[in-house]
């Protein structure tokens, strides 16, 4: 292991965090103009050319708000809450492919930053130590509401979990690897894996959009009964570290869909010009974070016994005999 | 068999069609500051103290606005006309009259209450101020500018032609 090899993973690295922060940023604003374009109405279009600057305006605020702690919550639990959700958000990007490989400046370098071949397991290992960070939040706030709201996170991304990785198992199975890179791969032989999975990736997806508390299943921060749910002390920066957490795990687990069901990198060309492999996987994240979007512009929210009703009777089922299905499709179809 | 509510997916698509089709309409929004929205006739905004066409004010500072204000947002201090210096075509005018915006509730029962119809609540609603001094609307603020045939008040008339307290006429020449 040489110098330039440490080098070029800390440069991917950085290049990797910048792009989940600027992701982000942007993200919140097309999540806006996307929602007001729904209720028929134009969205934040003053900061900058077509309010391109509104998430820098966002962000300036937020630095200058004045950061509460309340009297009587547990300080250190409370300031590491928001770090501790936002921290699996950002290293869940290490085992995503953005392609091959391209050469630059005379080196081989490959667009991703490690091929492991248990990626499917750390993306479910890493995507579960977020709900810590929502418990933590919820418990050392010292306040009703909080509480109620990381109870009912915990509650439900448990019971999602299951399903969640249930539906992994459908890729898993079919390429025979847990390496996403290698999942990619036999996704460029056969077909998308959404075309043989189509359950699956129902189910997947499903459990993802509890997974990050999104609409319909944003229990969690359910506002008319909540108030903000698990952040309801948090102001400033510590709240926008929440909302990056949620936004940023919006791109990765848009990113996981691509890389498990969609195709990944893959597209057309993409073996004679490697460089094409990130655009296709951008495209394929935009194109997802507009579904789970217009989900929210459109489905109201679940109720509570609903959604556990709904996790445990109906899906949880469904996974199974999915994962059934495919391993005797497996077996009988060499 | 009883389809159960979580699993009427035709429901779901029908919603998610809908919203996707709002998202090519016209959006409803009126860009505020560039765009304006003309008020509905019978609005009631800002108040404007009104003239006949000949110049003279409308306003006799009878002091009904005052009364009939439920609360008493507005001032009025009446003098006394006369030939040399007409003001309206009554017997009085109003010296002061003042209008605090804070405390009108824009009811429109001053309007109401005017006996010439001098005061009367005009389609003005950009009423924001930046120091409380700005609330506090006087009659320069407050009356109407002359027309082109009419003069500046105070007038100077011949003396036999405004013999009435309360005026009679809808337009004096």
Redesign the interface.
């Known amino acids: 292991m040489d110098m330039t090899m440490v080098l070029e993973w800390v440069i991917k690295s950085i290049v990797l965090i910048l792009f989940g922060i600027v992701g982000f940023a942007y993200t919140t604003y097309f999540e806006r103009r ?1 929602l ?7 969205g934040p279009n003053r900061a900058g050319p077509a309010g391109l600057l509104q998430p820098v305006a966002d962000a300036i605020k937020l630095i200058f708000n004045e950061e509460l702690i309340p009297t009587k919550a547990d300080k250190y639990l409370f300031l590491l809450a928001p770090v501790l959700t936002v921290l699996p958000s950002l290293i869940i990007w290490a085992v995503i492919p953005w392609g091959t490989s391209i050469t630059l400046f005379g080196r081989e370098i490959s667009l991703y930053l490690a091929d492991i071949n248990v990626g499917v397991l750390y993306l479910m290992a890493v995507a579960s130590i977020a709900v810590y960070g929502i418990v933590i939040a919820g418990w050392s706030s010292n306040s009703k509401y909080p509480l109620l709201g990381s109870l009912r996170a915990t509650a439900q991304i448990i019971s999602y979990e299951l399903s969640l990785g249930l539906a992994f198992v459908g890729p898993i199975l079919i390429a025979n690897s847990m390496s996403l890179i290698q999942i990619v791969e036999k996704q460029q032989e056969t077909a998308w894996f959404i075309v043989l999975q189509p359950l699956g990736f129902v189910i997947f997806f499903l459990a993802v959009l509890a997974e990050i508390n999104r609409a319909p299943f944003d229990m969690p921060e359910a506002e008319q009964e909540l108030v903000g749910g698990y952040h309801t002390e948090y102001s400033g920066m510590k709240f926008a570290l929440f909302f990056m957490a949620e936004y940023i795990k919006m791109i990765a687990v848009s990113a996981i869909a691509a890389t498990l069901f969609l195709g990944g990198y893959s597209g057309p060309w993409v073996e004679s010009l490697p460089w094409l492999g990130p655009i296709y996987l951008l495209i394929k994240i935009i194109i997802l974070l507009f579904v789970i979007i ?2 929210r ?3 109201p929210r679940f109720r509570y016994d ?1 959604l556990m009703s ?1 996790g445990w009777k ?1 899906m949880l089922p469904a996974a199974l005999i999915n994962v059934f299905l495919t391993a005797v499709v497996i077996i009988l179809l060499p | 068999m009883k389809i159960p509510d979580l699993l009427r997916v035709n429901e779901i698509i029908r919603g998610l069609w809908i919203t996707f089709r709002s998202m090519f309409e016209k959006p409803v929004t009126i860009q505020y500051p560039e765009q304006t929205r003309d008020p509905k006739p019978r609005f009631k905004g800002r108040h404007a103290l009104k003239r006949y066409d000949n110049g003279l004010e409308k306003c006799i500072g009878c002091a009904l606005c005052a009364a009939a204000c439920p609360s008493d947002a507005i001032f009025v201090e009446a003098a006394d006309n006369t030939d040399l210096k007409r003001y309206s075509p009554g017997e009085r005018y109003a010296a002061t009259y003042e209008i605090n915006l804070m405390r009108c509730i824009y009811c429109g029962f001053c309007a109401d209450a005017c006996p010439t119809e001098a005061i009367v609540l005009e389609h003005i609603y950009e009423l924001a101020y930046t120091d409380r001094s700005e609330a506090f609307f006087t009659k320069e603020k407050l009356l109407d500018p002359v027309s082109d045939i009419g003069l500046k008040t105070p007038q100077k008339v011949e003396p036999g032609i405004f013999i009435r307290s309360i005026p009679q006429m809808k337009d004096p020449v």
């Open positions: 996307a007001a374009r729904i209720q028929t109405r134009i217009w989900i512009g459109t489905l609903r709904f109906i």
